[in-house]
C-alpha cells in the first residue's frame, strides 16, 4: 500500500472527527504509523499526519482558533510554544511527519540549509556536480545550477532582444499578411487585442503594439485599445 493509498483510507475514518472540538482527540485520529525515511532510516518509523495539507505537502491542522502545521502543533503539546524565531525542522525530510523523535528546533537559516543540502538535483531536474554548481559570493553555502543560470541568462537576452525588434520571440516568425490585417481589425475594434492574438498565436500585449503602430501608418493618433 502505497503513502498516498493509505491517505485516502484514514480521510474516510476521519470523518468521525467531525464536530469534534477537542485537539488533541482530533490529532491523535488523524495520525498513522509509517515507515522509517530513506534519508534518515536509524531514526525509526516516521507518524504520518494523512489530514489536510497546506499544498506544499505539510499537514495542515487547526488548533487555537486557526489554521497551522500539523509537525508545529505536535511539537507545542509536548515541549510548549516556539520562539518567533526558530522553527521546527524535519529530520527524517518527511514533511507530512509527526513523530517528536524526528523534530528539532532550529533556526529559520539553519532550516532551509538542511534543506538545500539534501537535494541533489535544481528544481529543473539538472544534477548537483561539482561542474555545475555555481557560487556566489558571501552565498558560499548556497548551490545555484549552471546551466538554469545560463538559460536565464540566455531568456533575458532574448527578451531585450525582442523588446527592441517589437517581437515576443525571435524564433517566431508570423504571417505579416494576417497581422497586419488583424492589427487593423484591432484599430477598426472589430477584435479586441486578445481575440486577434488567439488567431495570430502571440500574446495580447505585442498586438497591441502592432495595432498601435498600423493606427500611426494610417494616421489615427491616440488609439486606445478596444
Not at 518509523?45 to 499537514?59: E, F, K, T, V
Not at 539538472?126 to 546551466?147: A, S
Not at 484591432?186 to 495595432?211: F, H, S, W
Request: charged share 30%; hydrophobic share 30%.
Amino acid at each position: 500500500m502505497t503513502l498516498k493509498m493509505c491517505f485516502e483510507l484514514v480521510k474516510i475514518d476521519l470523518s468521525c472527527n467531525r464536530g469534534v472540538t477537542d485537539p488533541e482527540v482530533r490529532f491523535e485520529r488523524a495520525v498513522i504509523p509509517w515507515k522509517p525515511s530513506a534519508h534518515r532510516p536509524d531514526l525509526g518509523p516516521c507518524l504520518i499526519y494523512a489530514g489536510a495539507d497546506n499544498g506544499n505537502g505539510y499537514g495542515q491542522f487547526r488548533y487555537n482558533g486557526r489554521n497551522g502545521y500539523a509537525h508545529r502543533y505536535a511539537w507545542e503539546r509536548v515541549h510548549g510554544p516556539i520562539a518567533d524565531d526558530l522553527t521546527v525542522d524535519h529530520l527524517c525530510r518527511v514533511r507530512r511527519c509527526v513523530n517528536i523523535a524526528h523534530l528539532e528546533l532550529v533556526e529559520a537559516v539553519e532550516n532551509y540549509l538542511r534543506g538545500v543540502r539534501t537535494r541533489n538535483h535544481c528544481p529543473n531536474g539538472h544534477e548537483y556536480t561539482q561542474e555545475n554548481i555555481h557560487r556566489k559570493r558571501g552565498q558560499e553555502q548556497r548551490r545555484i545550477c549552471k546551466i538554469c543560470k545560463e538559460e536565464t541568462s540566455r531568456r533575458g537576452q532574448a527578451r531585450r532582444t525582442n523588446s527592441a525588434k517589437g517581437l515576443p520571440d525571435s524564433r517566431i516568425k508570423y504571417d505579416t499578411v494576417l497581422r497586419d490585417r488583424l492589427a487593423n481589425d484591432v484599430v477598426d475594434k472589430k477584435l479586441t487585442p486578445t481575440q486577434a492574438a488567439e488567431i495570430l498565436g502571440c500574446n495580447a500585449k505585442y498586438m497591441d503594439k502592432r495595432a498601435r503602430i498600423a493606427a500611426r501608418a494610417r494616421g489615427i493618433k491616440n488609439r486606445r485599445p478596444a
